[in-house]
């Protein structure tokens, strides 16, 4: 067994921690019944009064894409599925499928923001396999200074 170091900072060796920290739990189901799960590639932009989003979800329907708000907490969860075709059955054109290299394929992403979300303006557009949201910084409470006589 290896033991790898995760010190803040040694993005490296965190990614490989990453990449086989479910090595050895996955080689014991057959692949073909699991669905893959990938890290969603995303960049966050800080607009000012808000950010904006971007999260790349290849082959994934606008109708199998959660994102959950909670505070400054983000939540991404997305899933292209495979169309479940029968190899046996014939097409209606006298196709047979004989060979098929789809799969389905999990995305999740969480992550902290800077700042706290408001609950209301929240936007999300999903194009071209890109979902984009713009989400409004919920703005700072404002305390006031009593002065004491």
Request: glycine residues 6%.
């Amino acid at each position: 067994m290896y033991a790898v170091s995760t010190r803040r900072g040694d993005s490296f060796n965190a990614l490989v921690d990453e990449l086989f920290s479910d090595f050895f739990d996955r080689a014991s189901v057959p692949a073909r019944h699991t669905p893959t799960v990938g890290r969603a590639r995303l960049d966050v932009l800080d607009k000012g009064s808000k950010f904006e989003i971007k999260v790349d979800l290849p082959g994934v329907r606008k109708d199998d894409i959660n994102v959950g708000i909670e505070g400054a907490r983000v939540s991404i969860n997305a899933e292209s599925k495979d169309l479940k075709e029968s190899k046996d059955k014939d097409a209606s054109n006298g196709e047979k499928i004989l060979f098929s290299e789809r799969q389905s394929t999990r995305y999740a992403r969480s992550f902290e923001l800077p700042a706290e979300i408001a609950d209301d303006g929240a936007e999300a557009r999903f194009e071209d396999g890109v979902l984009t949201l713009s989400l409004p910084k919920r703005s700072a409470n404002t305390s006031k200074r009593i002065e004491i006589r």
